[in-house]
T-cell receptor, first 114, second 104 residues
Framework: NAGVTQTPKFQVLKTGQSMTLQCAQD?????MSWYRQDPGMGLRLIHYSVGAGITDQGEVPNGYNVSRSTTEDFPLRLLSAAPSQTSVYFC?????????????FGSGTRLTVV | DAKTTQPPSMDCAEGRAANLPCNHS???????VYWYRQIHSQGPQYIIH???NNETNEMASLIITEDRKSSTLILPHATLRDTAVYYC?????FGAGTRLTVKP
């Protein structure tokens, strides 16, 4: 039981490049979400999904796309990387949208855009 | 969307209780309050959550006011390893958190 797995752990991109941050969970959780954390700040919700085929925007969705084709995977796509997207990205999952269940977080992906 | 407000930092003596407050005055009737902590840059770790009643587990206690507009996380016997940033969360939204420093 690996929990929430994020890959890669570190990434450096050039401005304008695109990439996909991977997130996978093996707990059969319905709910998954992506957060970003800038230095010295709290986490901000980017996108979330309440089940396969269903996604919605969070607080800071611009510049990011998501899809949820399976229960296990929730990739985050940066379409055209900008220095403002330099951040640590966390993926989280939960058994449900959160009425009575806590979230399990991955260990994060540290992204630098130069 | 409900927002949370926490003091930016707090100190606590080792072995003493740490009481971390959170204001969530715009919380809706069916929204839970969650508490997480983050040590260094690791992924946040779940501590406890509640809706109306006070809750206790092996890590902490959660006291929620009757009007549900605020809550307090209690670490009964703080240790040096409890030094971390503590987040109070409503509706998947994190605030800035409280940096708790436990001192010997």
């Amino acid at each position: 039981n690996a929990g929430v797995t994020q890959t890669p752990k570190f990434q450096v991109l050039k401005t304008g490049q695109s990439m996909t941050l991977q997130c996978a969970q093996d707990m059969n959780h319905e709910y998954m979400s992506w957060y970003r954390q800038d230095p010295g700040m709290g986490l901000r919700l980017i996108h979330y999904s309440v089940g396969a085929g269903i996604t919605d925007q969070g607080e800071v969705p611009n510049g990011y796309n998501v899809s949820r084709s399976t229960t296990e995977d929730f990739p985050l796509r940066l379409l055209s990387a900008a220095p403002s997207q330099t951040s640590v990205y966390f993926c989280a999952s939960s058994y449900s949208i959160g009425r009575n269940y806590g979230y399990t977080f991955g260990s994060g992906t540290r992204l630098t855009v130069v | 969307d409900a927002k949370t407000t926490q003091p930016p930092s707090m100190d606590c003596a080792e072995g003493r209780a740490a009481n971390l407050p959170c204001n969530h005055s715009t919380i809706s009737g069916n929204e839970y309050v969650y508490w997480y902590r983050q040590i260094h840059s690791q992924g946040p770790q779940y501590i406890i959550h509640g809706l109306k009643n006070n809750e206790t587990n092996e890590m902490a206690s959660l006291i929620i006011t009757e009007d549900r507009k605020s809550s307090t996380l209690i670490l009964p016997h703080a240790t040096l390893r409890d030094t971390a940033v503590y987040y109070c969360i409503v509706n998947m939204r994190f605030g800035a958190g409280t940096r708790l420093t436990v001192k010997p």
